[in-house]
């Protein structure tokens, strides 16, 4: 089982670049997540997906975007880095429901000079 | 809105004794609680969670949890320490809204020394 699939691990952006975060789950979940992880804040939720065609923002949604075209895939992209979004990025998935906890990927280090 | 706290940034424990760390929650309804655990380099794996079933909860590698409603809490424990249970432990809860989001604590990190 595959579960949570983020690619890159790493990536290190200059200024004002801007990229995609890939992430993919084989486990038909019908809700999807992006946190970013910082020292000291714990886990703060960037965009998320309740299902295909349908985003929202979370807590800190500013400098990025996404879509859910599918329901195994959600992107998360940097339309124009800044040394601020240096962090350690996870995606998340979970069946929907109050109960149903999430299955996190990997993550992705990303590092803006 | 629902939210977490963990007391204590970094916790430090002999091998071999009691795990403590403290988890509180605030939500206006009955919350969903989860434990998380987080080994370097790698994602967050589930622990266990509380979903109002039974107040004392338990889960993988030995840890177990209690729900106290009087003292909003979550307190996560494990009789004995090993030393591969070093790691950083995210609490986070679930409530009103939108079915699936979570929100997590600071988390704390675990030092365990022989």
């Known amino acids: 089982n595959a579960g949570v699939t983020q690619t890159p691990k790493f990536q290190v952006l200059k200024t004002g670049q801007s990229m995609t975060l890939q992430c993919a789950q084989d486990m038909n979940h019908e809700y999807m997540s992006w946190y970013r992880q910082d020292p000291g804040m714990g886990l703060r939720l960037i965009h998320y997906?309740?299902?295909?065609?349908?985003?929202d923002q979370g807590e800190v949604p500013n400098g990025y975007n996404v879509s859910r075209s599918t329901t195994e895939d959600f992107p998360l992209r940097l339309l124009s880095a800044a040394p601020s979004q240096t962090s350690v990025y996870f995606c998340a998935s979970s069946e929907q429901g109050f109960n149903s906890p999430l299955h996190f990927g990997n993550g992705t280090r990303l590092t803006v000079t | 809105a629902q939210s977490v706290t963990q007391l204590g940034s970094h916790v430090s424990v002999s091998e071999g004794a009691l795990v403590l760390l403290r988890c509180n929650y605030s939500?206006?309804?009955?919350?969903?609680l989860f434990w998380y655990v987080q080994y370097p380099n790698q994602g967050l794996q589930l622990l266990l969670k509380?979903?109002?079933?039974?107040?004392l909860v338990k889960g993988i590698n030995g840890f177990e949890a209690e729900f106290k409603k009087s003292e909003t809490s979550f307190h996560l424990t494990k009789p004995s320490a090993h030393m591969s249970d070093a790691a950083e432990y995210f609490c986070a809860v679930k409530g009103t809204g939108t079915a699936s989001k979570l929100t997590f604590g600071t988390g704390t990190r675990l030092q365990v020394t022989l």
């Open positions: 509380y979903t109002s079933a039974a107040t």
């Open positions: 939500s206006s309804v009955p919350p969903y």
């Open positions: 997906s309740v299902g295909a065609g349908i985003t």
